[in-house]
Antibody, heavy 116, light 112 residues
Framework: EVQVVESGGGLVQPGGSLRLSCAASGFTFGDYAMNWVRQAPGKGLEWVSLISGGGGDLYYAESVKGRFIISRDSARNSLYLQMNSVRVEDTAVYYCARGTTELDFWGRGTLVTVSS | DIVLTQSPLSLPVTLGQPASISCRSSQSLVHSNGNIYLNWFLQRPGQSPRRLIY???KRDSGVPDRFSGSGSGTDFTLKISRVEAEDIGVYYCMQVTHWPRSFGQGTKLEIE
């Protein structure tokens, strides 16, 4: 069974850093690109970033470019999102989702709250 | 960047009646390989998004055949032939042809 499980969310002060993780199982992790998608409280979905299956191609939304870094560890079947210089507007549930175009499996998300 | 505009944003429907959601793109979603990468998702209250339709009209496994997707170029539609209670939630279109990826604003389907 395909599963992706996010973790690492919490409360962080503006300007601080946080690292999110997504543990994948039930499929050959290296065969798939992976995405981060976020949803601010009561708002719609916003695509954040994608990393290719081999890790060599990275894409970011303009809103996070230069502040967030996506990475993956194939040995651990894990996806990461390093969030630096966070802002109040980064407050959201962060989901990981599988695939370059598929986004066919999503986790339950992890909540990041940016507040002083 | 590609902007996806959904309409309506709120959709009250009577059980058993049809429903239709439009998704219009600011640019053509035809990929250089000739495919169109437009997905539809349903987010039920308190749940993660679930993909219903991919590549405009291909239904995911387990998705009832009352759901159908159509469209081309810049205009796309999700149709539900007969709405059931389990269909309530917010529907999003998403383009995965161009960078950056983008979602529509969402359409909230409610039972009248």
């Amino acid at each position: 069974e395909v599963q992706v499980v996010e973790s690492g969310g919490g409360l962080v002060q503006p300007g601080g850093s946080l690292r999110l993780s997504c543990a994948a199982s039930g499929f050959t992790f290296g065969d798939y690109a992976m995405n981060w998608v976020r949803q601010a409280p009561g708002k719609g979905l916003e695509w954040v970033s994608l990393i290719s299956g081999g890790g060599g191609d990275l894409y970011y939304a303009e809103s996070v470019k230069g502040r967030f870094i996506i990475s993956r560890d194939s040995a651990r079947n894990s996806l990461y999102l390093q969030m630096n210089s966070v802002r109040v507007e980064d407050t959201a549930v962060y989901y990981c989702a599988r695939g370059t175009t598929e986004l066919d499996f999503w986790g339950r998300g992890t909540l990041v709250t940016v507040s002083s | 960047d590609i902007v996806l505009t959904q309409s309506p944003l709120s959709l009250p429907v009577t059980l058993g009646q049809p429903a239709s959601i439009s998704c219009r793109s600011s640019q053509s979603l035809v990929h250089s390989n000739g495919n169109i990468y437009l997905n539809w998702f349903l987010q039920r209250p308190g749940q993660s998004p679930r993909r219903l339709i991919y590549e405009v009209s291909k239904r995911d496994s387990g998705v009832p055949d009352r759901f159908s997707g159509s469209g081309s170029g810049t205009d796309f539609t999700l149709k539900i032939s007969r709405v059931e209670a389990e269909d309530i939630g917010v529907y999003y279109c998403m383009q995965v042809t161009h960078w950056p990826r983008s979602f529509g604003q969402g359409t909230k389907l409610e039972i009248e």
